[in-house]
């Protein structure tokens, strides 16, 4: 089933729909024009990888390329920015078909329309083995300043949303991105510091708080664990699975009114899991017991 | 040879160097901000890829890094834009090593510094198979407007950048985006469409014509065809061979001046090809006649 760069292409820019006027040259050209009037801009761009990020077996081709976007939405959230545009490089094997390609941009498609990103261009090749999309994304600050991972300080609570752990098996090519919850934040308190959770929360937090120059103690009664047809998951999976996608938010005592008030507009769960510290980074166990913090999780190795 | 994703994320934050005061988050935080205080932005989005774009036997790792960001400096040349920020996403396969994946990176960073490019983020993977970079840019036009492929006006004359065909025994590797040419023509002319010249001008000519409506009446005898020891390549292979990243531009007539000005500065020979004219698409071969564009030149295909 062979198909031509072309075709594929013509589908993407009629599905893509409009841009709006502060786009002022979208896809079909060497390159496309923004605006940017508004102040500061926010970029990122994540990779996703059949046999790294996703197995074909396992998920609908359109959810992988809902999660290629749905990673990069995660990381505007966490700088406290509103999605704005995205651009999606995609190589195509031998042994994926037009149909399938076709599949994987819908999945695109739809997550952008639900969370107001505008496709505005990208790359289209063969692949000489998998499918492997990347995808950059442009959010704006509507003239506030980003979140950062570096402005925890002491005293300040940490929450995180959702539930953690489990991510593998349940919704990692479904989660949805957290800008929302993040952008209504905005207007009720001021966040430090903010990282979204994706290598887990037992590498992300000390991430956050090397940044800040901080520690911290937490509870691991705490953490809210994703529930399973099993139960709750493990402490340790939820500290180590990964692929949350959830936002760990440190933000100064007294907040909590404001988050349960955007945690009930949304539908999403904010929990206070602990608080910083000008020490080390330490957690309890249930048993009571404070151990320094194990930076378990995920993390790419390369050449194994 | 196993390495860790931090090992290689600490060697590209340490050769990437200063951002500038417009970077207001660089790298290492969820993702980049930038102040975006000067008008419009131009972007672009292109994946070098193992196997598609490159065999690793023929080139040195630094040249594959340079490679991937050259084509999108090409691509914002092609819009009269200057470089400004780029992301990079590698991903490694296992039989590339760290040293490896630091020639890459360092063939990136070499042509960034070269070409005024800061490295602002991206991400980084492993590879099932084969070496893959993907590079978004993000250009500035310093209140100037864009150009695009669509402005060709009849009885504009199409001139082309450097030299074509055979870049691919040559220099596809190492080719000099032509933007800085671009940014002095500004000054001294209005460039009225232009694309840049990736798929060879046996295809990429119609699509700036199609974008435009316009046709136009093509010399053959007059292309800039490259010399090899073997002599000049053929006048199909100047059309097809694709990978040229020079520039194909349409300018009002009366532009001889200026252009030989710009091409004495940067050295780069600026040759008129022929006319922009209301009928279709047309070239006169050596011997004189007249004869339909034939849409020769590179596009994926896949599945094939």
């Known amino acids: 089933v062979s198909f031509r760069e072309r075709d594929l ?4 820019r009629r599905e893509a729909g409009a841009a709006g006027d502060e786009v002022l040259v979208g896809m079909g050209d060497d390159a496309a024009v923004i605006a940017a009037t508004e102040g500061p801009l926010v970029i990122a761009q994540d990779q996703t990888i059949e046999g790294v990020h996703f197995a074909r077996a396992e998920v609908p081709w359109s959810a992988v390329g809902r999660k290629a976007l749905a990673r990069n939405l995660s990381d505007l959230a966490a ?9 999606l490089s995609l190589a195509v094997p031998d042994d ?18 639900g969370h107001e990103t505008v496709l505005l261009g990208g790359d289209l090749s063969r692949s ?8 950059s994304v442009v959010g704006r600050l509507h003239g506030r300043s980003a979140w950062t991972r570096g402005g925890a300080r002491v005293g300040d609570a940490l929450w995180v949303s959702g539930v953690l752990g489990g991510s593998r098996e349940a919704h990692h090519h ?23 959770l994706s290598d887990g929360l037992g590498r992300d937090l000390p991430r956050l708080l090397a940044a800040s120059g901080t520690g911290a103690d937490v509870e691991l009664a705490a953490l809210p664990r994703r529930i399973t047809s099993k139960g709750p998951v493990s402490v340790t999976a939820a500290l ?9 938010l440190a933000l100064p005592s007294g907040s909590d009114a404001a988050l349960a008030e955007v945690a009930t507009r949304y539908g ?13 980074c330490r957690a309890r166990t249930e048993d009571g017991a404070w151990s320094a913090w194990v930076e378990t999780g995920h993390e790419h190795a390369f050449g194994d």
Chains 1, 2 share one sequence.
Not at 79 to 87: D, F, I, K, S, V
Not at 240 to 248: P, Q, S, V
């Open 9 to 12: 292409l013509g589908f993407i």
């Open 79 to 87: 700088m406290g920015a509103r999605p704005w545009l995205a651009q």
């Open 96 to 113: 994926v078909g037009e149909a399938e390609a076709r599949e994987v941009v819908r999945g695109f498609l739809e997550l952008a329309r």
């Open 128 to 135: 000489p083995a998998g499918l492997y999309l990347d995808v």
């Open 174 to 196: 479904a989660f949805e991105p957290r800008w929302r919850e993040a952008w209504a934040l905005r207007d009720e308190v001021s966040v430090h510091a903010a990282i979204d």
């Open 240 to 248: 180590a699975d990964g692929e949350d996608f959830e936002l760990l």
């Open 268 to 280: 999403t769960p904010f929990t206070r899991i602990g608080v910083v510290t000008a020490g080390e």
